[in-house]
């Protein structure tokens, strides 16, 4: 009978001598300081993903970000990316494009910071935002005041970008001055840069019957805008910095885009934001139809 049951009592008593040995060893504090250890090197090895704050699609303008490619899209960006909450009811507006996709324009509606919309139409000689339509039918459906924007392609005959415009906003559906979107050379030169957007903003009065918004970065506007010709227009001037910002010469501009990351009910993801400065109002913008 004992050596039946011999091998069984000295696995059991193996066991539990290994059980204490175990527990003895955890209240150990050598064992304790060598677990601790061995924990933070293990936690060093793992380290923790990067939280990177993504930006959407363009360095210069989420919402105008060119459709099709140009010679100069590597230039550095204009603006930089820091977030600035400034305005309120009654002095702010949005900017949106294609990029932006479905948009509840119900729910904008109610958003107590949308005073204006200017959304993209049309850019060089035959780009068409696919979104445009749906975006100006339901933005006046619910009651916003509404423009439309072109971009502009200097390396691209302005007759052929007006027709475009013309072919696709109708003066009848707007709300706001018409908005030429300045942001590239194209790689042409300074001449014919200056030359042709003149052409181009000429035509656009003659047609509205007023002169276009010129939207464009502040340090675009410095390098390129550097005469006083362009203090006949309207300038709406975008700059993701703290303070609003200063142009050559003292110009004044009526809109200041101060952030690209604003939130916006009804859309998804950042929405561009401006604001309006120096005492001017929405009936500054205001197109008075024919």
Known sequence: ???????????????LLCVCMVSIAQYNPRFEQRYETNNKK???????PEIVEYTE??????????????TDLQQPPLFNNRRVVIGGPGKT???ISHYQGYINWAEVARDPQVTFVIMKATEASDFVDDRYQFNIREAHRY?????????????IDPE????NMMRNIDPQQQDILPVID????????YDLFVSRLERLCEMVTRAYGARPIIYTGRNFFNKYFNNNYWRQYKLWIAAYTTNPPVLNNEQDYIMWQFTEKSRVQGIKGGVDMSRFMFGHTIEDILYYRK
Do not use: W
Request: with cysteine.
């Open 42 to 48: 293990k936690n060093k090895k793992q380290k923790k």
């Open 143 to 155: 009651g916003l005041k509404v423009g439309s924007y072109h971009f502009y392609r200097a390396h």
């Open 93 to 95: 507006g949005i900017d």
């Open 1 to 15: 009978m004992m050596n039946r049951y011999c091998p069984k009592i000295i696995l059991t008593f193996a066991l």
């Open 182 to 189: 300045v942001e590239l050379t194209n790689g042409v030169s």
């Open 57 to 70: 699609i363009s360095p210069l303008n989420y919402a105008s970000n060119p459709d099709r490619n140009g």
């Open 160 to 163: 052929l970008q007006f027709r």
